[in-house]
């Protein structure tokens, strides 16, 4: 029967929902939970009453709890906690339903009420923070007035955030439908590139020294050997940095969901995108930028220590035997360009 002055269902004598029955402790338990509410109840402390009859329910989910519960929830004003426990004691097959029926129906015009359909349709819906755990959609839910949020997730793929506006007494209907899988990004390749041979001029004779050509292979050298010490402590910084990488990489996985793929951690769309994704990215960017910085360097000295060794081959003082090999030294034919080109002849 419905909570009156005095009167409370005892949870000896009612159903309850529970696959395993409840022990003499928990029996004991909910009684004297049941007392103390009943008490404040009859005071009109009506949360004092609802927080024994709430711990009660904690205990076991008799039927009776559930028939307090909702009676003391109404008069609070909290009208979807109260028809959740009146779903649940009609739930029970109890012997008077007419009076709980009708509570149920007072309870939902206070409340609003959202059909929601999902694409596809065993997606997971994550409404107000929490996961729903429901049936197959579409789904009626019943909400407090005011403003929800909900998103999906299916197979690593992260919908938009939502935001509805629920308003009492009105069905809002819904389709929440999850993005398309990204295409897949083949490697770019790039266009090809048509050298254009130089054209072949006679030697350039020289009137400079061996003092000069020595400082000249010297200062080459040097340039050469700074050009690879940066490359290759730039690639030291690229190692370190990526070894940093999958340290966040491998701890950002362990605070997600085994269901969310590793590829869908950091996805830019997700609304609840963790705070280690802004440290992975930046992780990523120092190493792309150490590995060109290694790249350039590594080139730069290449092209520095040919351009020393040529200069030292085909200096005047050497220029028979480097004829004898078929090795020239020209300037650039680049107007207001300084330089030289080395060519061979075979």
């Known amino acids: 029967m419905l909570l009156g002055g005095a009167t409370v269902v005892g949870p000896a004598h009612a159903q309850s929902s529970a696959t395993e029955p409840a022990t003499t402790e928990q029996v004991q338990g909910v009684k004297t939970l049941v007392a103390k509410g009943a008490a404040a109840y009859r005071k009109n402390d009506f949360k004092s009453a609802r927080a024994a009859f709430a711990e009660a329910w904690s205990v076991y989910p008799y039927a009776s709890v559930a028939l307090s519960l909702a009676d003391v929830e109404m008069r609070l004003g909290r009208y979807l906690e109260a028809a959740r ?44 923070g929490a996961d729903l755990d429901h049936e197959p959609p579409p789904w009626l839910l019943w909400l407090e007035p005011g403003t929800h949020t909900l998103f999906g997730r299916y197979m690593g793929r992260i919908s938009e955030g939502h935001s509805l506006d629920v308003a009492a007494g009105v069905e809002h209907h819904f389709t929440l439908s999850l993005p398309s899988p990204p295409p897949l990004l083949g490697p770019t390749v790039p266009p090809p590139q048509t050298e254009t041979a130089a054209p072949r001029r006679e030697p350039v004779p020289s009137s400079r020294g061996s003092s000069t050509r020595t400082v000249v292979v010297a200062g080459g050298g040097v340039l050469t050997a700074a050009a690879f010490t940066v490359a290759i402590v730039s690639g030291l910084q690229a190692q370190a940095v990526d070894r940093r990488r999958l340290t966040l990489l491998a701890d950002l996985h362990r605070a997600e969901p085994d269901y969310v793929p590793q590829n869908g951690l950091c996805w830019v769309g997700r609304p609840d995108r963790p705070a280690l994704c802004t440290e992975l990215d930046s992780e990523i960017d120092t190493h792309q930028s150490s590995v060109k910085r290694a790249n350039a360097f590594y080139l730069t000295g290449g092209i520095v220590g040919a351009v020393t060794v040529a200069t030292f081959l085909l200096w005047p003082s050497s220029n028979k035997a480097a004829q004898a090999t078929g090795l020239t030294l020209s300037p650039l034919p680049i107007a207001g360009s300084r330089g030289l080109q080395l060519g061979t002849t075979f």
């Open 85 to 128: 426990h009146w779903e649940f004691y009609l739930a029970s097959d109890p012997p008077e339903t007419e009076q709980a029926k009708a509570q149920l129906a007072e309870c939902r015009k206070h409340l609003g009420s959202l059909r929601l359909e999902v694409e596809p349709r065993d997606a997971d819906v994550v409404l107000d």
